[in-house]
T-cell receptor, first 114, second 113 residues
Framework: DQQVKQNSPSLSVQEGRISILNCDYT??????FLWYKKYPAEGPTFLIS?????DKNEDGRFTVFLNKSAKHLSLHIVPSQPGDSAVYFC?????????????FGQGTTLQVKP | DTAVSQTPKYLVTQMGNDKSIKCEQN?????MYWYKQDSKKFLKIMFS???????INETVPNRFSPKSPDKAHLNLHINSLELGDSAVYFC????????????FGSGTRLTVV
């Protein structure tokens, strides 16, 4: 039972354009969401997060949108750069559990073409 | 000056062997985790320790035994390795409570032949 799903295994965009990565979740208890970026042979690195009390969080070229009613979040990268090419994981947690446990999606591979 | 370091990075071993993966963090975090990335690329939590105390133990075969000698170290020992154990294992650390992003190690690619 996969509670966090990234239904697009891959995405290819042109440099300078917008990249939109999507993530869906099923557990309504999730109230904190994160995006991680992973390069080959490295561990995932934290990118951006959002609490369920917000519907948008922005950090430079990266913006995460949360639609709680649809149980959907998305990561927008504008403008996309070749160095953004990586695997992007979304993750979700229940903050009241206090365990720090994150549930990850299976990742979307983003390729940004020069 | 690596924040979360795992050793070894690659491990190839035969079925039935016992092996260990070591993890150390120098971030002063109080919680450490082991995640497994399987062939379908999902990152699934296996164990979590908070200040040397086991707080998460997912449905993992008891051939897998974590050990945390102190809050900066979390090792993973695997007995009687099976082909299905082949995966990438990631160690991570965080400060207590959800909402704090993990810092991951670079992973250990385990191949059982």
């Amino acid at each position: 039972d996969q509670q966090v799903k990234q239904n697009s295994p891959s995405l290819s965009v042109q440099e300078g354009r917008i990249s939109i990565l999507n993530c869906d979740y099923t557990n309504s208890m999730f109230d904190y969401f994160l995006w991680y970026k992973k390069y080959p042979a490295e561990g995932p690195t934290f990118l951006i997060s959002i609490s369920s009390i917000k519907d948008k969080n922005e950090d430079g070229r990266f913006t995460v949108f949360l639609n709680k009613s649809a149980k959907h979040l998305s990561l927008h990268i504008v403008p996309s750069q070749p160095g953004d090419s990586a695997v992007y994981f979304c993750a979700a947690s229940v903050s009241s559990s206090n365990t720090g446990k994150l549930i990850f999606g299976q990742g979307t591979t983003l390729q940004v073409k020069p | 000056d690596t924040a979360v370091s795992q050793t070894p990075k690659y491990l190839v071993t035969q079925m039935g062997n016992d092996k260990s993966i070591k993890c150390e963090q120098n971030l002063g975090h109080d919680t450490m985790y082991w995640y497994k990335q399987d062939s379908k690329k999902f990152l699934k939590i296996m164990f979590s320790y908070n200040n040397k105390e086991l707080i998460i133990n997912e449905t993992v075969p008891n051939r897998f035994s974590p050990k945390s000698p102190d809050k900066a170290h979390l090792n993973l020992h695997i007995n009687s390795l099976e082909l299905g154990d082949s995966a990438v294992y990631f160690c991570a650390s965080s400060q207590t409570g959800a909402g704090y992003g993990y810092t991951f190690g670079s992973g250990t690619r385990l191949t059982v032949v």
